[in-house]
């Protein structure tokens, strides 16, 4: 149990989401990884000494095998794990060179803003996807 003086863990956390045309991609976290198959925005920690940005490219070439370009920031969620804090920011990519392979992952998909609920995210990925609905366009019907 932590205390209310123990520090929890924190850390930062950057995830792409990837166009290609109306559709994004996601990602299937590997079973032996905390949040085991769960979905996710592709991305990772951001390490010491490197922007958001920085972060975001390092780790799609590491776990994905392309090369992206970082555009705006989306939005943002802290989100409380039993485990850890995770501040995690979403930023909207391209695919500069590349194609996404399995390099890490369980599995990939491209998929419409639409269709998102057919995958069961990870709760930060979905606090996100949430956000971005609430921030979309009044002409958007939600479901």
């Known amino acids: 149990m932590v205390s209310s003086v123990e520090k929890r863990r924190q850390i930062e956390v950057v995830a792409a989401m990837t166009f ?10 590997p079973a032996d990884k905390a949040r085991g198959l769960l979905w996710e925005f592709p991305g ?11 972060a ?4 799609l070439r590491e776990e994905l ?13 802290l989100f409380h794990y039993p485990d850890l ?8 990519c391209r695919i500069a060179e590349g194609k996404p392979c399995l390099l890490e ?3 990939l998909k491209w998929i419409t803003i639409d269709q998102w609920q057919s995958y069961p995210f990870c709760q930060a990925d979905e606090q996100l996807i949430q956000q971005l609905l609430k921030e979309s366009s009044p002409k958007r019907r939600h479901s």
């Open 85 to 92: 804090d995770v501040h995690l920011n979403l930023y909207r």
């Open 44 to 54: 990772g920690k951001v390490e010491e000494g490197e922007t958001p940005q920085q």
């Open 20 to 29: 290609e045309g109306e559709r994004f991609l996601i990602a299937q976290r």
């Open 56 to 59: 975001l490219i390092r780790e």
């Open 105 to 107: 992952h369980h599995d």
């Open 65 to 77: 095998g392309f090369e992206a370009e970082v555009g705006e920031k989306l939005t943002e969620t």
